[in-house]
């Protein structure tokens, strides 16, 4: 497998909150979750969460090859709340989470997982892309908006409505991150497609999807050929000129580009 992989922070003098990064049969997408405050609870901040998260996925990506990719994020997020459990509120709404994206070639088959708003795309020879995503955050965020719009930011009414979309966290018929329950794990949305069925894929942060599902620039099969022809850098350069002209806050973007999946 070949992975051509761009990460570009969002350039606000802020550390970069994603992490990408792969082995010889599987890539995998970190998209930290960043909240104002959390380091007021934790000293190691979400950039730190989301490496640390990568890291030990690709580990168990690269030497456990019988356990399923929930199991193998469960595992991973147990070992990343371990190592700041002692020194960081880890169980505060506000501790650092992160949305994740995986792939892994095994046995003939292309297994993947998305938890939260990471966006996986897998190039079909035959046929549309088949888009996996996880639209539950944005789906219940959507309910919130209207308020949160309506008050001044940084307020304390800002604040409590902020608290109440939060607590929809991790919680039966609210939305799914990685962060310190490693039961979060079992809401992925997870599936498998055979190899020969396949050209490649392409993982994104939410802070690149948006050339599709915010700005509207192409589709998936134009973000494809646009991948195809010029890499992951050209898409991120698109939702760059695209934030600067609607005047949009830019994001982390992060794009693991993956092909000749046949020579895992």
Same mark, same amino acid.
């Given at each position: 497998m070949?992975?051509?992989?761009?990460?570009?922070?969002a350039?606000?003098?802020?550390?970069?909150?994603d992490f990408?990064?792969?082995?010889?049969t599987a890539?995998?997408?970190?998209?930290?979750?960043?909240?104002?405050?959390?380091?007021?609870?934790?000293?190691?901040?979400?950039?730190w969460?989301?490496?640390?998260?990568?890291?030990?996925l690709?580990?168990? #990506?690269?030497l456990? /090859?019988?356990?399923?990719?929930?199991a193998? &994020? !469960?595992?991973?997020?147990? +070992?990343?709340? %371990? $190592?700041?459990?002692?020194?960081?509120?880890?169980?505060n709404?506000?501790?650092?989470?992160?949305?994740?994206?995986?792939?892994?070639?095994s046995?003939?088959?292309?297994?993947?997982l998305v938890l939260?708003?990471?966006?996986?795309?897998?190039?079909?020879?035959?046929?549309?892309?088949?888009?996996?995503?996880?639209?539950?955050?944005?789906?219940?965020?959507?309910?919130?908006?209207?308020?949160?719009?309506a008050?001044?930011?940084g307020?304390?009414?800002y604040?409590?409505?902020?608290?109440? #979309?939060?607590?929809? /966290?991790?919680?039966p018929?609210?939305?799914? &991150? !990685?962060?310190?329950?490693? +039961?979060?794990? %079992? $809401?992925?949305?997870?599936g498998s497609c055979p190899?020969?069925?396949l050209n490649?894929?392409?993982?994104?942060?939410?802070?690149?999807?948006?050339?599709?599902d915010?700005?509207?620039?192409?589709?998936?099969?134009?973000?494809?050929?646009?991948?195809?022809s010029?890499?992951?850098?050209?898409v991120?350069?698109?939702?760059r000129?695209?934030?600067?002209r609607?005047?949009?806050?830019?994001?982390?973007?992060?794009?693991?580009?993956?092909?000749?999946?046949?020579?895992?």
């Open positions: 070949r992975v051509t992989m761009t990460s570009v922070a350039g606000t003098g802020r550390p970069n909150e990408t990064g792969a082995v010889p890539a995998v997408l970190i998209d930290g979750a960043g909240i104002p405050g959390a380091e007021s609870i934790c000293r190691h901040g979400v950039a969460y989301a490496s640390r998260l990568g890291g030990s690709l580990g168990l #990506l690269s456990v /090859r019988d356990a399923g990719l929930p193998l &994020l !469960a595992e991973a997020i147990e +070992r990343v709340t %371990d $190592e700041h459990r002692g020194t960081c509120d880890v169980g709404p506000i501790s650092p989470s992160a949305t994740v994206a995986m792939l892994r070639l046995d003939g088959l292309v297994e993947y939260g708003d990471s966006v996986l795309v897998l190039d079909r020879a035959s046929g549309a892309p088949l888009v996996v995503s996880d639209p539950r955050e944005v789906i219940i965020s959507q309910s919130y908006r209207t308020a949160l719009e008050v001044a930011e307020s304390d009414e604040r409590r409505i902020l608290r109440e #979309l939060r607590a929809n /966290r991790n919680q018929g609210g939305f799914w &991150l !990685a962060k310190d329950d490693p +039961r979060a794990a %079992d $809401e992925a949305i997870t190899i020969s069925e490649g894929a392409v993982l994104l942060s939410n802070g690149a999807s948006r050339i599709v915010r700005f509207r620039l192409t589709d998936w099969p134009g973000v494809l050929a646009v991948l195809a010029d890499g992951p850098a050209e991120v350069q698109r939702v000129q695209a934030e600067a609607h005047a949009v806050a830019a994001d982390d973007a992060t794009i693991a580009h993956c092909t000749d999946l046949g020579g895992a």
